[in-house]
């Protein structure tokens, strides 16, 4: 008696269908380690959103080293800072340099609920200045900055 292998493909024996492979969807392979104890997961957490004082402190700096106009800051600028602006602008260091300045470190401390005083490092080269920033949050719930400081070199 004889048994009669099946085969699902219509090709010759041993060869694999290298278009059905190809049509099947392929899926994301996650990085080792994560994911339920029985195997890795493909579901990503998204990122968290940066709290407002590192958003100011890229915007402001973009600002100071001439990457945007300052009337770009109108709408998010309650006071005197957009006064500020307008004076630190064009006299800062950070403008024209041949290295970009970036912000190397940023921290705030919150004395309300709707009120953050911050500071950030800016690094262009060997340079490093210091930036210190207010934040107010408006009622309709948006941040502004509401003053703006650029530290000096010392000499």
Known sequence: ???IATRTTNG????RDR???AARP?????AAGTGPSRGPSLVRTP???LPPHHLFAERLLAVLSGERPVHWMLGQTVGKAYDQ????APTTPLRGRGTRPVVRRCGG?????DVVEAFASIAAGEQVRAMAFRLER???HRWRCAAVELGTARG
């Open 26 to 30: 392929r899926t994301a392979r996650p």
């Open 19 to 21: 278009r059905a492979a």
């Open 138 to 140: 408006g009622p309709d």
């Open 47 to 49: 990122p968290r959103p």
């Open 1 to 3: 008696m004889s048994t």
């Open 85 to 88: 602006l307008i004076r630190l």
């Open 109 to 113: 401390h919150r004395l309300g609920t």
């Open 12 to 15: 010759p024996a041993g060869r």
